[in-house]
Nanobody, 122 residues
């Protein structure tokens, strides 16, 4: 079992930055890949990025490449999503999730956090 708790969402102006955190707990964390997804109102949940705990494999979604950066603090069991150059279209609820391998397929993710709202004003 893996428990995930996101934090760090909020309201920011276009062009600004936010850093989201995902605190993870569980006995076998290192065996999971950690991903971020987002879901805007009326839209499907969208893949943002995924990483292994080692950081050796990282994949970004096309819409965030060059603007978002994922990192992790193994000692704190926390994954971070640094979001720069934010756009109004980045507005969504952001979810942290865990899967057995690095994938962009949300159906492969076994555990999900409750989500944190990010709102980017124009």
């Amino acid at each position: 079992q893996v428990h995930l708790v996101e934090s760090g969402g909020g309201l920011v102006q276009a062009g600004g930055s936010l850093r989201l955190s995902c605190a993870a707990s569980g006995r076998t964390l290192s065996s999971y890949a950690m991903g971020w997804f987002r879901q805007a109102p009326g839209k499907e949940r969208e893949f943002v990025v995924v990483t292994t705990w080692s950081g050796g494999i990282i994949y970004y979604g096309d819409s965030v490449k060059g603007r978002f950066t994922i990192s992790r603090d193994i000692g704190k069991n926390t994954v971070y999503l640094q979001m720069n150059s934010l756009k109004p279209e980045d507005t969504a609820v952001y979810y942290c999730a865990a899967a057995k391998y690095t994938t962009s397929d949300l159906n492969e993710y076994e555990f999900w956090g409750q989500g944190t709202q990010v709102t980017v004003s124009s």
